[in-house]
């Protein structure tokens, strides 16, 4: 049995699973102050006889072993977890750990039980209340001097935007453009009240196709997954599909994108798929 805790800003998912990557149980807890929620994480995880445990968590958090930082959530809005120890606060389970963000652990997911299995390079986009990327580069989850924060890239705006994104720090973000509360603050209703609107989607996959070209261009990923709360307007798919490939301009030739149908895809575990990447992570502490 392995243990999995999925950090989430609202809630923490914890579960057992099996190395095969089947969840035995799960249950969710509210993250509320480090005080009140890690007591009941460490409470469920006692008495399961776990052999180890993969953390997945909201960021920006350490994750290089061996640094002062690893296993520290960092320079967060969330006041109470800024600067928290989170691994560090874990270690009472007495078994070996594994950590990495929650898009990594969706990407590693993914590589593992799912649509990615058997490729090396793939990169995991979550579109929610935030916008997030987890990156496999050959066969390696992508850390580099933090890691990757690519909801946070540049973009040059759609000839039809009026207003700048809603991210505090850029005024033309990906994330403060397509995000759920992206779209709520250009159209002024929640993203599952204007399914019904093209001239939105439209929009929204401009942004998001303007993006894949550049991880494309960057990271060559042999096959992009979205996930998260708004691509589950799947009208979405064929566009962003169609405007990455305008975007990239007929500039690459490559088997992945003459089938893009298959190269820019859903995630393929409904909705397992962070759980069951920590699971991975888990083993992974094991050297399994
Ligand atoms: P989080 O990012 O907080 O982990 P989600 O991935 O579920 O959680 O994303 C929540 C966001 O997704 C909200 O902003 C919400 O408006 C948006 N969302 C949820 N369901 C839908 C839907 N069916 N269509 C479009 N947007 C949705
Ligand atoms: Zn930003």
Same mark, same amino acid.
């Given at each position: 049995m392995i243990g999995a805790l999925e950090a989430g800003g609202t809630k923490m998912v914890c579960a057992v699973g099996t190395e095969d990557g089947k969840i035995l149980e799960q249950v969710s807890i509210p993250t509320t102050t480090p005080g009140e929620t890690m007591p009941q994480i460490l409470g469920y995880f006692k008495g399961k006889d776990i052999r180890a445990l993969g953390v997945g968590t909201f960021g920006p958090v350490g994750v290089r072993p061996g640094t002062p930082e690893y296993g520290f959530i960092l320079d967060t809005p969330k006041l109470d977890w800024r600067h928290f120890d989170l691994l560090g606060s874990l270690a009472p389970l007495g078994v070996p750990m594994g950590l990495d963000t929650d898009v990594n652990a969706s990407c590693l997911g993914e590589m593992t039980y799912g649509c990615a299995a058997g490729l090396e390079s793939v990169i995991y986009i979550t579109i929610g209340t935030g916008v997030g990327l987890g990156a496999a580069v050959e066969g390696k989850l992508l850390h580099g001097m933090l890691h990757p924060e690519a909801g946070h890239i540049l973009l040059s705006r759609h000839q039809k935007e009026w207003q700048n994104g809603c991210c505090p720090y850029h005024q033309n973000c990906l994330e403060g453009y397509v995000s759920g509360p992206a779209i709520e603050k250009r159209w002024g209703k929640k993203a599952a009240d204007l399914a019904d609107n093209p001239t939105v989607w439209a929009m929204e996959s401009y942004y998001i196709a303007q993006a894949l070209a550049d991880f494309i261009l960057t990271l060559s990923p042999q096959k992009i997954i979205l996930g998260g709360g708004v691509m589950k307007q799947e009208q979405l798919f064929p566009l962003i599909r169609e405007k990455t490939l305008a975007f990239l301009g007929g500039y690459l030739h490559t088997m992945e994108l003459e089938d893009i149908d298959n190269y820019i895809v859903p995630a393929?575990? #409904? #909705?397992d798929q962070g759980i069951m990447g920590c699971i991975k992570l888990g083993l992974g502490a094991l050297g399994e």
């Amino acid at each position: 049995m392995i243990g999995a805790l999925e950090a989430g800003g609202t809630k923490m998912v914890c579960a057992v699973g099996t190395e095969d990557g089947k969840i035995l149980e799960q249950v969710s807890i509210p993250t509320t102050t480090p005080g009140e929620t890690m007591p009941q994480i460490l409470g469920y995880f006692k008495g399961k006889d776990i052999r180890a445990l993969g953390v997945g968590t909201f960021g920006p958090v350490g994750v290089r072993p061996g640094t002062p930082e690893y296993g520290f959530i960092l320079d967060t809005p969330k006041l109470d977890w800024r600067h928290f120890d989170l691994l560090g606060s874990l270690a009472p389970l007495g078994v070996p750990m594994g950590l990495d963000t929650d898009v990594n652990a969706s990407c590693l997911g993914e590589m593992t039980y799912g649509c990615a299995a058997g490729l090396e390079s793939v990169i995991y986009i979550t579109i929610g209340t935030g916008v997030g990327l987890g990156a496999a580069v050959e066969g390696k989850l992508l850390h580099g001097m933090l890691h990757p924060e690519a909801g946070h890239i540049l973009l040059s705006r759609h000839q039809k935007e009026w207003q700048n994104g809603c991210c505090p720090y850029h005024q033309n973000c990906l994330e403060g453009y397509v995000s759920g509360p992206a779209i709520e603050k250009r159209w002024g209703k929640k993203a599952a009240d204007l399914a019904d609107n093209p001239t939105v989607w439209a929009m929204e996959s401009y942004y998001i196709a303007q993006a894949l070209a550049d991880f494309i261009l960057t990271l060559s990923p042999q096959k992009i997954i979205l996930g998260g709360g708004v691509m589950k307007q799947e009208q979405l798919f064929p566009l962003i599909r169609e405007k990455t490939l305008a975007f990239l301009g007929g500039y690459l030739h490559t088997m992945e994108l003459e089938d893009i149908d298959n190269y820019i895809v859903p995630a393929s575990l #409904g #909705g397992d798929q962070g759980i069951m990447g920590c699971i991975k992570l888990g083993l992974g502490a094991l050297g399994e």
